[in-house]
């Protein structure tokens, strides 16, 4: 059970991932948060630190499904303005749901696929109930958030101290 609190990879953003990293632990696919993962929450510009993760992705044929539990309103457009035709929006993170979905999408094992977000209790457990590769990422910006989310944060803080002090799995 705490087990599915700890991320099997957690790196400080979305830059430091690159597709034959993915490729060499056997990844296929990812499924990609949106909120303070690629960008703050509910800003509808991608930056080129977005667009250049998508096109290493891309060039090595890695495939792409947002996943967010936000609504079809913010998740579209903002899947629009990056190109990525896969997506899921009302996810219910940490339910299993989006990230099935996904793979049905995609045609990717969830074992293949890496999920890749900025929280513990949505992204991080949801990715390994699962049962993906899941990478957490330093939030962008913990301003852009909301009163629930600034809770969650509160309960995520003993487990980032021992994911920084190296003492998880
Ligand atoms: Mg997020």
Same mark, same amino acid.
Not at 112 to 116: G, P, Q, R, S
């Given at each position: 059970m705490m087990k599915n609190f700890y991320p099997d990879l957690y790196v400080e953003n979305i830059s430091s991932i690159t597709a034959s990293m993915l490729s060499k632990m056997g990844m296929e696919a990812v499924v990609l948060d949106v909120d303070n993962t690629l960008v703050p929450h509910n800003d509808?510009?991608?930056t080129a630190e977005v667009t250049a993760f998508l096109e290493n992705m891309r060039a090595g044929g890695i495939k792409i499904c947002v996943v967010s539990n936000n609504r079809y309103e913010r998740v579209k457009p903002f899947c629009d303005a990056i190109g990525v035709e896969y997506f899921v929006h009302d996810a219910l993170k940490p339910r299993a749901y989006g990230y099935e979905k996904a793979g049905e999408?995609?045609?990717v094992e969830r074992e293949?696929? @890496? @999920?890749?977000g900025d929280q513990i209790f949505t992204d991080v457990w949801g990715g390994n109930r699962a049962g993906c590769f899941t990478i957490m990422v330093k939030p962008i910006d913990v301003k852009s958030e909301n009163i629930f989310i600034k809770f969650k944060r509160l309960l995520e803080k003993p487990f980032i101290k021992r994911l920084r002090n190296g003492d998880v799995k």
């Open positions: 509808p510009n991608p999408i995609m045609g293949k696929t @890496a @999920a890749i």
